[in-house]
């Protein structure tokens, strides 16, 4: 009888969802919510309504990876719901950002699917292999457009006058 209630009560431990990070989980949330909070002064720090406008703030500016975090604890204007008090409040008690996240995906697991995309070796990849994505999303992340491209040697050509100013060759 103690042996059934023994391996009942283990099996009832052993099959309960665990959300302790891994390393490289969350890493999305991890840097943004880092980042965050960075960006945060003292007095701002303790407020949790001052904490919650700041990050709707810093929402506006977010982009990729970022804005859709956001979207997610409702810091986004479009966001549909918000949970932004669970940020909020760990922050103003000064809880390091991974274990922020950590709570943060027991509310919405998907918090933690998000990934940062791959960084590319402008250096040393052909740019006439990439995709046409890859080349638009240079092209974003370095904040500039491609008027009038219509083909994907539109784009490579684009990247190619403006490459000197973001990327740095090493000799």
């Known amino acids: 009888m103690y042996r ?9 431990l052993l099959s309960k969802p665990t959300y302790a990070l ?5 890493e999305v949330c991890v840097k943004t919510v880092e980042h965050f909070a960075a960006s945060l ?3 701002t720090k303790t407020d949790t309504k001052k904490i919650e406008d700041e990050f709707k703030k810093f929402c506006k500016t977010a982009k990729n990876k970022e804005q859709r975090f956001c979207y997610y604890l409702g810091g986004s204007e479009e ?13 103003s008690w000064s809880m390091p950002a991974d274990k922020i996240c950590e ?24 740019l006439k292999k990439l995709k046409v994505k890859d080349l638009k999303k240079i092209l974003s992340d370095w904040n500039e457009d491609c008027e009038g491209c219509l083909e994907k040697t539109d784009y490579i050509k684009r990247i ?4 000197h100013k973001y990327v740095k060759s090493e000799l």
Not at 4 to 12: E, M, P, Q, V, Y
Not at 79 to 91: D, F, H, M, Q, V
């Open 4 to 12: 059934l209630i023994l391996i009942t009560s283990l099996l009832a």
């Open 22 to 26: 891994k390393n490289g989980d969350c």
């Open 41 to 43: 002064d003292e007095t």
């Open 79 to 91: 966001s549909a719901t918000g949970i932004l008090n669970e940020l909020s409040k760990p922050l």
């Open 103 to 126: 709570k943060l995906k027991k509310k919405d697991a998907q918090i933690c699917d998000l990934r940062f995309d791959k960084e590319i070796d402008l250096n040393a990849v052909d």
């Open 160 to 163: 190619e006058a403006l490459k």
